[in-house]
Structures are given as C-alpha cells and as structure tokens.
C-alpha cells in the first residue's frame, strides 16, 4: 500500500488554448507538469486539436505551487471572465464552471490503467477510433511545445 503525504501540495497551472484558425479559445486548469502532455478537459476541443494541432498554441496564464483548491479558484476567475454569449462560440469552453477532476494520483496503477481503457474503449465506440497518426500528432505537438517554453 502507498502512503500518501497530505501536506504535499501539488504544482499546476491555468491555461488558455488559442485556435489560431478558428480565433477561438479555451481556458481550463491542470495539476501536474507543463510538459507532461496534457491537452484539455473538453472533448470538443481534444478532438479539434487532434485533426489540427499545430493550429493551437497554449499560454500558462498563472502557475500554482498551493494545491488543487487554490488552482480550481484560479481557473474559475479566469473563466469568469467569459460572457454568456461567448461560450461555445468565442471559446471551447460550453460551461463557466471550473468543476475540477478526480484525486487522480492517490489511484493505484491497476486504477489508473482500467481507467485509460475504459477511456479508450468509449472513445472508439462513441467517436470512432483513434486515427492512426494520433500518436505522431501528440509527440510533435508536445516536441514544439517542449522547445517553446525554454
């Protein structure tokens, strides 16, 4: 069994996703690394980055080393900052809450695994499966990301 140390708090960050194409955004939140791959919480716009991912360019708009509280807050005064008439139009974003995500890392690896293939099982029988390139797309995506933030 792993101990968990609950006075370690997590690093994360909120960003903004441009669409340089469509001129529409996206702002969400991640615990974790500014490198580690992460893209979005919207399958809207996870799909639209997928087809066209050099058409996006992301900006951490505030970095956050006091936990996930204090990210979600964050997030959600940047969010509010979207009109009503903005959402789904201006932005990828369809709601102006930040409703944050599970305790993703307290989960054991046999957890974390049968979530990523239920993940994958519902992605290929709800939107097809996932195109031949994705993995390409994601490493160069990631590789240009890599090179913009040094």
Not at 7 to 15: A, P
Not at 16 to 29: A, C, E, N, T, V
Not at 38 to 60: A, E, L, Q, V
């Amino acid at each position: 069994m792993r101990k968990i140390n609950a006075h370690v708090k997590k690093v994360g960050f909120v960003y903004i996703w441009k669409d340089k194409k469509r001129k529409r955004y996206y702002i969400g939140s991640h615990l974790g690394s500014e490198k580690d791959g992460y893209i979005c919480g919207s399958t809207w716009m996870f799909n639209t980055f997928s087809k066209r991912p050099f058409d996006f360019k992301r900006r951490i708009l505030k970095r956050i080393k006091t936990g996930k509280k204090d990210l979600l807050e964050e997030e959600q005064k940047w969010l509010n900052l979207i009109k009503d008439d903005e959402l789904g139009r201006k932005y990828y974003n369809l709601k102006r809450n930040a409703i944050g995500f599970k305790d993703y890392e307290n989960h054991s690896e046999k957890t974390k695994e049968k979530q990523k293939q239920a993940a994958l099982k519902q992605w290929a029988e709800g939107r097809g499966i996932l195109p031949p390139n994705f993995k390409k797309i994601k490493d160069l995506k990631l590789e240009k990301l890599k090179k913009e933030m040094v």
